[in-house]
């Protein structure tokens, strides 16, 4: 057993191997989507550097990753933290608003100098295609500071919400 951030959790050798590549692959996609954000997105090698990465790395990494997760979800039933939730939200990539509100995150985000931001692209893909637990569709949330982008993918029905 190899031991993996919580002192507590024994992690087995092949799932801290699993946890450690989607680690590094997801430090490599950032450093490549500010590669493709910084020259403007319209680098022709970039764009199928990153497609290929994608489908190569990324995709498989996050699957084998989302098995380790549900493994032991089904080993030990849902996270704590979110077992108050009527509607399973912890089967998902949500953030429940029985932990925290997406009203104060939005409150937070305006103390650090955001404003609201519509990117018709982002909001285009959350409005068409992204739904919550309870089955609505989420509606798109753009936020915009000096330098930073924030959006998100918020559910008018019950409150659950995502950031991408």
């Known amino acids: 057993m190899t031991q993996v951030s919580d002192v507590h959790h024994q992690v087995p050798d092949a799932e801290s191997d699993v946890i450690a590549r989607a680690v590094a692959v997801r430090v490599r ?9 910084s020259s403007g ?19 498989p990494a996050a699957e084998s990753y989302e098995a380790v997760i549900h493994a032991h979800w ?13 509607i399973d939200c912890w ?6 608003p029985q932990m925290t509100t997406f009203a104060s995150v939005e409150e937070q985000l305006a103390s650090g100098g ?26 798109y949330v753009g936020m915009r500071a000096e330098g930073s982008y924030r959006a998100f993918g918020v559910c008018g029905s019950c409150g659950h919400y995502l950031e991408f």
């Open 41 to 59: 997105g319209m680098d022709a090698a970039l764009l199928r550097e990153l497609h290929q990465f994608l489908g190569d790395e990324v995709i």
């Open 29 to 37: 996609l950032d450093a490549l989507v500010d590669r493709v954000t």
């Open 91 to 96: 089967k998902l990539d949500l953030t429940c």
């Open 114 to 139: 955001y404003v609201p931001h519509r990117n018709d692209a982002d909001a285009s893909v959350v409005e068409t295609t992204l739904h919550c637990v309870c089955g609505s569709s989420l509606r």
């Open 74 to 86: 089904a080993a030990e039933g849902m996270p704590a933290d979110q077992a108050r939730c009527p």
